[in-house]
């Protein structure tokens, strides 16, 4: 029997073969908290204490406060506690998320001793904060004068969470969500955006922050979930000394009340803001309905098996009309199931389609779902996607978030929304269950009349473009600030200024950071994990074979030497990466293709991948890499899979192609403004060497450039038939291109996967004669570039031209890098400029020290701040000290783990690009080593203004702004 503290009741245990872990389950005694422990053989140790969290208006109350908790608690009474001891801990991962109706604070590491100092931290934080009024302002927003202490100068709204929702909500994606469970959710809390909307997060007050924290965050109303191979008692001991034990009695939890359904189906119309000349076809029309409750996994395995059926894929029969049909360009991002909620939803829609489609579209998806019902469903679509439930529940996760978190998320609205969290975790039942059901033909038809057809808790939401929407707003904001600073007294006004001065102390305040526990230098490990593979070959092909714990899954990739592109074809190549998995292969057409992808596979993908070698700034590492993942039964076709992918993809599909295209193009818009950071720092260092100028042409602001205009072109009949015969004349030149295999499987299936290799990789050889390779070269010019795209708040770059990760500065300027943005660009750009985030990064691919903002209401200012860096790295506040937290922060992200197939890949191409033992080693090295005098001379040597580039991306109202400073205009 699993052991508890004496506080805590024991509930049970429930081994899962599958995932090879225990979940253990407990109950505080005296407040009812409850406690999930994962015990699992894994030194990577994950927290989460979760808080049910209901917010019934959009003022970002849940939001703000997740903030405001990690500004100072009780015993720990710091202005910034979480960003402090993310520079004194090893962690793998630490954040705080908000959600719809929970709010969560996780933390992973491999140290044990961090672990108790981050779980100290936590627990202080979530239930004994301070919650400053000035911390409030500064989270949050406040008033203040765009002269801070100049009542007379005009008002403004200032605040983190205000800037980051505004960047948030400008991405139509965004606000189409929102603006879809407004309508499904209209008396409920998933009516509001608990993130915060704009017009709505100045209404909130601190006492109302307050109140929210004492009636949500007892731990009555909370869940603790742990993973790792750290014991239940050992974390619940943790528990009740550092929290617990000063809770005498419980509360009543809170709990999301049940939507009040509709008689009938609703319509809704809405805008979103759209700053480009053209707004055709930019439509979004999505049909909603609300579903049943999230409690039962078998229900939700139901739902993902429904929407899996219908849209998984192309050959999916709903995917498939939403496809082919000329009223949009692409299915509706939002397509599928969403199980966070209490009561699901499902979506599916257009994008790229015209207001007056709406009722066309909504026949078109009712009359396709009626079909189904009237004639049923190909059983073997329907097993393929129980397969693809079943590969997914096998697989170990680990390469975005530590798989513990990921486990734990999954589990979670099971144990948020009295359901079962463990049975959300363990499917094995409930997939041979469903395996059962599904032989009856009119299972998935049945489902459909009954959660769909038969549902009147529909709704129709056609979101249209505004061009003037965001000019409405930015004026409609402005003339509420100026009635309210019209109205303000003379004490009124100096409240503000007062507040504004007492905020900019707090903010230069220097704390005693070392009433913080942490970790040291010490504590780092200092030798890296080695994983070695073996060397073979399949016919007179390489193969690198890494045998490690997959839990029943192969992993394969075929990797070619890129060859001579023209400069058009390297221009396509992502097109060509989109189509080829995409198009029918192997002497089936695509509809065939992607029901046997479905059958055999976990998909397959494709791309290419450049990066600098290290001893040649001038030359790269290039390779096209195909990519697929099978279980293990399925190995040998999952071969022949790939090597028809190569070999026979039908770029004869002509009709396909150009939906393909469309989609593409549809898509491009979406993530600009999520990593605007990202793609602004790709502008600044475009020109520093030949893989960042690939990057910045392939998936920069020039590629997505490059995608609308050739999308446009292809409307020609002509001018698509010979974009086919490009795309056949790069997949002629990569057959015949010099390659190799790599293999990630287990034990039990390596025979097995060889001997499947060996027997379809028969086209899969060597050229007889070697080809020209593929050539790159970078400008070296200098840019200022500003990029203009629908948006409210701005994304700063700045880079300058370094090193590459061999050179003996490259590890220096990784630990400036994090010295800097530890010691002075958060508090200037975060905290002080109101940004969502800002620092500086070293980029060894691109050999460039690169400045960036992230969610800037700011943009001179903030290249200001980028160049006073320096200034404070040369100043006496630059520490030894401080270096050696931007040390931890640089090994930690070095030493993350991923899963295991992940960590063999890794090490695979690691030996592929060069990065030996040794140079690792000698890198990891020179960043423990790193001292204040060795970071002021890299500073001196790189950080040269007339040598910075410069890129940001806006919005129109910028625009004479930046063209005045020197910034050459492009448009997105």
């Known amino acids: 029997m699993s052991k508890s503290h004496p506080a805590f009741e024991f509930i049970g245990r429930h081994p899962i073969e599958t995932l090879n872990l225990t979940v253990e389950h407990y109950q505080h005694k005296v407040t009812g908290a409850t406690h999930y422990h994962l015990a699992a053989d894994d030194p990577q140790n994950v927290f989460l204490v979760a808080l049910r969290t209901v917010p019934m208006d959009s003022t970002g109350v849940a939001h703000i406060l997740e903030h405001t908790v990690l500004c100072g608690s009780e015993k720990y009474p710091v202005r910034d506690p979480f960003f402090m001891m993310i520079r004194r801990s090893l962690n793998t991962f630490m954040n705080a998320f908000t959600s719809s109706d929970w709010t969560a604070y996780p933390f992973a590491t491999e140290n ?229 909620n209490k009561e699901m939803v499902f979506a599916v829609g257009l994008q790229g389609s015209e207001a007056e489609h709406a009722a066309a579209v909504e026949h078109l998806i009712i009359d396709e779902l009626q079909r189904i019902v009237n004639v049923g469903v190909d059983q073997q679509q329907v097993e393929a996607m129980l397969h693809q439930l079943e590969l997914s529940q096998r697989e170990v996760g680990g390469d975005s978030y530590p798989y513990g978190l990921q486990l734990i998320l999954h589990a979670l609205p099971g144990a948020l929304h009295d359901g079962d969290p463990i049975a959300l975790l363990d499917l094995d039942d409930a997939l041979q269950e469903l395996e059962e059901e599904i032989k009856d033909p009119r299972f998935i038809p049945n489902l459909i009349q009954s959660w769909l057809l038969d549902n009147p808790h529909r709704v129709r939401l056609c979101m249209r473009p505004d061009k003037e929407l965001a000019k409405r707003e930015e004026e409609a904001e402005k003339q509420k600030l100026a009635q309210i600073q019209a109205g303000l007294s003379v004490s009124e006004k100096q409240q503000i200024v007062d507040l504004a001065l007492a905020l900019a102390e707090r903010q230069e305040q220097i704390d005693d950071a070392d009433i913080l526990p942490e970790v040291t230098k010490d504590d780092i490990p200092t030798e890296i994990k080695i994983i070695q593979g073996e060397q073979g070959t399949v016919g007179a092909l390489p193969v690198h074979q890494y045998q490690c714990g997959t839990n029943g899954l192969v992993y394969e990739q075929v990797l070619i030497d890129l060859p001579d592109f023209s400069e058009h074809e390297k221009a396509i190549l992502p097109l060509f990466n989109t189509c080829l998995t995409e198009v029918g292969c192997g002497g089936r057409d695509y509809i065939q293709t992607q029901e046997f992808q479905a059958a055999i596979s976990g998909g397959i993908s494709a791309r290419s991948a450049v990066h600098s070698k290290i001893g040649d700034p001038s030359a790269c590492h290039s390779h096209y890499i195909l990519s697929s993942k099978a279980l293990n039964r399925n190995q040998e076709a999952l071969a022949g899979l790939m090597e028809d992918t190569l070999y ?13 295209v469309g989609q593409v193009r549809a898509s491009v818009d979406h993530g600009i403004t999520g990593n605007g950071h990202g793609l602004a720092m790709m502008a600044a260092t475009q020109s520093f060497t030949p893989m960042a100028k690939w990057k910045f042409e392939r998936s920069g602001f020039a590629g997505i450039q490059f995608i609308k205009q050739l999308h446009e072109q292809l409307k020609d009949s002509t001018r698509m038939e010979s974009f086919a015969e490009e795309l056949k004349g790069i997949q002629d030149k990569l057959t015949q291109a010099p390659k190799q295999g790599l293999l990630v499987v287990d034990e039990a299936g390596h025979a097995s996967a060889l001997n499947g290799m060996q027997s379809r990789w028969k086209k899969l050889s060597q050229p007889a004669h070697m080809q020209e390779g593929f050539k790159l070269q970078a400008s070296h010019g200098q840019i200022k570039q500003a990029w203009v795209t629908s948006t409210q708040v701005n994304f700063c770059a700045q880079a300058y031209p370094a090193v590459l990760a061999d050179h003996a500065d490259a590890p220096k300027l990784a630990v400036l890098g994090a010295c800097l943005r530890n010691g002075f660009l958060h508090s200037a750009i975060r905290e002080k400029g109101g940004a969502y985030g800002g620092g500086a990064t070293y980029n060894a691919e691109a050999a460039a020290f690169v400045f960036y903002s992230y969610r800037d209401p700011r943009l001179l200012e903030t290249y200001d701040d980028f160049a006073k860096a320096k200034d404070w790295l040369m100043s006496n506040e630059m520490t030894q000290a401080k270096v050696d937290e931007a040390i931890l922060n640089v090994i930690s992200a070095m030493d993350r783990p991923g899963s295991p197939a992940g960590e063999a ?44 580039s410069s890129a940001v991306l806006t919005h129109s109202g910028m625009k004479e702004i930046v063209a005045d400073h020197g910034f050459e205009l492009f448009t997105l």
């Not at 100092?117 to 627990?123: D, T």
């Not at 030996?911 to 204040?932: F, K, N, Q």
């Not at 002021?936 to 040598?947: G, K, M, Q």
């Open 112 to 340: 044990r001793k961090d672990f108790q100092n981050l779980l100290q931290v936590y627990m202080d934080a979530v239930f004994f904060p301070n919650l400053d009024e000035l911390d409030f302002a500064q989270e949050g927003h406040r008033f203040e004068f765009e002269e801070m202490d100049n009542p007379d100068s005009a008002l403004t709204y200032k605040g983190v969470v205000f800037n980051e929702m505004k960047g948030a909500m400008s991405s139509p994606i965004s606000r189409l969500w929102q603006s879809l469970t407004e309508s499904l959710y209209p008396t409920n809390t998933y009516h509001y955006n608990s993130g915060g909307e704009p017009v709505d997060i100045p209404d909130l007050t601190h006492q109302q922050l307050v109140a929210f924290h004492q009636a949500h965050y007892h731990p009555s109303n909370s869940v603790f979930m742990t993973y790792g191979d750290i014991s239940a008692l050992q974390h619940q001991t943790e528990f009740e000394e550092l929290a617990l034990k000063r809770f005498d009695s419980p509360v009543p939890q809170v709990h999301v009340g049940l939507e009040e359904r509709f008689d009938k189906p609703q319509t809704v119309e809405k805008f979103y803001a759209l700053d480009e000349e053209e707004s055709a076809h930019k439509t979004h029309l999505v049909l909603g309905w609300l579903l049943g409750l999230n409690q039962d996994p078998k229900e939700v395995l139901k739902g993902h098996l429904l929407s899996s059926v219908l849209l998984d894929n192309s050959a999916s029969p709903l995917r498939k009309v939403l496809e082919e049909t000329d009223l949009g360009t692409a299915a509706s991002p939002l397509c599928g199931m969403e199980e966070s």
């Open 648 to 660: 026979s993809a039908r770029f004869d599909e002509l009709a396909r192609i150009k939906d393909l």
């Open 905 to 948: 890949k890794k090490a695979f191409y690691q030996s592929l690009y060069g990065r030996t033992h040794d140079v690792r080693m000698a890198y990891r090295e020179g960043v423990i080593s790193s001292t204040v005098k060795e970071l002021r001379e890299v500073a001196e040597r790189y950080l040269h203004p007339e040598r910075a």
